[in-house]
């Protein structure tokens, strides 16, 4: 076993299958406004020329024998943990894609094959191989060329990837100040939750404050993006190279991934 910190453009070319015996995509909305909080606090960092690292926790692998096809074969490995933040990253790439490039055209290509699919010659797979339960869902999300953006989850009601995708979605089709708006008014409600700490004017004045220094830092860089709000070059470095995660790598003769499965998510919300 081995343990190093990663980023996701050190394992876009790996395939990463998610074992059967793992509960299906279960985040719902409060997890995705977070998520969206800590990835779009990044992004407005680095626009306003600073850096800022999102870490996502531990991620857990097995290595698995080379998936091969096409006589050529790619790493493999099983995921033990971390099968919502990965599929949520797929989610996110595939809702900037839509937003922003037409479909089948080169830029719309780059994204796929650099965050969602393997070419391994002519063809191309998913990287992520989720489970049967959600499959066709998270397969219409990879697609270019759907006819119903934004309105997954009205033909995968059972699926929460598709409800996922329709929230990004909608993100995305946002300006940039309202997107910075989604942040701060996430950040309000956190200050909000905290145990009594401050009182409601601290909070309010604090938040206010908060706001205030974002949109001002925010204003000296111009230049927003047509269609939505993301300078899409900036968001596309924090996806592949600002978020973190401590990579955990198992041997493939180790027999530990079930217990480790259940030890991570004995209890809260599966991760």
């Known amino acids: 076993m081995r343990a190093d910190v990663n980023t996701i453009d050190n394992i876009k070319t790996h395939l990463i299958d998610i074992p059967q015996f793992q509960r299906s995509y279960k985040w719902g909305i409060e ?24 870490f996502i926790g531990a991620i857990v692998r097995q ?6 096809k096409n ?5 493999h490995y099983g995921l033990i943990d971390g099968q919502q933040r ?20 080169d830029d719309s290509g780059f994204w796929t094959l650099d965050f969602l699919k393997l070419r391994i010659g002519r063809d191309s797979i998913p990287r992520l191989v989720v489970q049967k339960r959600d499959y066709n869902a998270y397969i219409n999300v990879l697609d270019e060329n759907k006819e119903f953006k934004g309105k ?15 929230f990004f979605y909608d993100i995305f089709g946002k300006n940039e100040a309202s997107l910075l708006e989604s ?9 909000e939750e905290e145990d009594n700490k401050n009182d409601e004017s601290e909070v309010l004045d604090k938040s206010d404050k908060i706001k205030e220094e974002n949109v001002i830092t925010t204003s000296k860089n111009s230049g927003i993006v047509k269609k939505g709000g993301l ?16 990579d955990i790598v198992l041997d493939q003769n180790e027999d530990l991934s079930s217990e480790i499965f259940e030890s991570l998510n004995s209890t809260g919300t599966p991760l």
Do not use: C, H
């Open 231 to 246: 300078k899409i070059n900036e968001f596309y470095n924090v996806l592949l190279s600002d978020v973190k995660f401590v």
């Open 63 to 68: 290595k698995l024998n080379p998936f091969k």
């Open 183 to 191: 942040i701060t008014d996430y950040e309000n409600k956190l200050l």
């Open 31 to 54: 997890n995705w406004r977070r998520f969206w909080f800590d990835i779009g606090s990044s992004y407005f960092e680095r626009i306003t020329g600073k850096q800022r690292t999102v």
């Open 86 to 105: 990965l599929i949520t990253l797929s989610v996110i790439a595939a809702a900037v894609r839509d937003r922003y490039y037409s479909p089948n055209s």
């Open 71 to 75: 006589e050529r074969e790619v790493e």
């Open 152 to 166: 997954l989850g009205e033909l995968f009601p059972e699926s929460n990837i598709a409800g996922a995708y329709d």
